[in-house]
């Protein structure tokens, strides 16, 4: 007699409860990425130039770099979902700011 085989990790309803809930979470990061660099650049003393410049390379880099290793680290933990909703956040919150804009 074979075995079946199991699927040996998270649940289904685990994986989609953790995408669901950092979705959010990762589609803000940006933002606030962006509010802490401007800050701590302010605070260094650097004129407004400076403020946004920091402020927009902190976005980019956090932006981009956290859901990366999120997905990375969620399909070698054998998630589903937690990956597929890192991907889409970097594009989650200019999508809702753009319909916010339109309507």
Same mark, same amino acid.
């Given at each position: ?6 699927? @040996? ?8 409860v953790l !995408?669901?809930? @950092? ?9 606030? =990425? ?18 946004? &410049?920091?402020?927009?390379?902190? &976005? @980019? ?7 990366? &290793? ?6 070698? =933990?054998?998630?589903? @979902?937690?990956?597929?909703? &890192?991907?889409?956040?970097?594009? !989650? ?6 319909? =916010? !804009?339109?309507?």
């Amino acid at each position: 007699m074979t075995d079946t085989p199991v699927r @040996l990790g998270p649940s289904d309803a685990q994986d989609a409860v953790l !995408a669901v809930a @950092l979705l959010p979470v990762l589609a803000a990061l940006p933002l606030g =990425a962006f509010w802490l660099g401007a800050a701590v650049a302010e605070g260094f003393g650097s004129d407004s130039g400076g403020c946004v &410049a920091y402020g927009a390379l902190c &976005a @980019l880099v956090i932006g981009w770099g956290v859901p990366v &290793a999120v997905a990375v680290l969620g399909e070698r =933990a054998d998630y589903r @979902l937690l990956p597929i909703s &890192a991907a889409v956040a970097p594009f !989650a919150l200019p999508v809702v700011l753009c319909l =916010a !804009a339109l309507g």
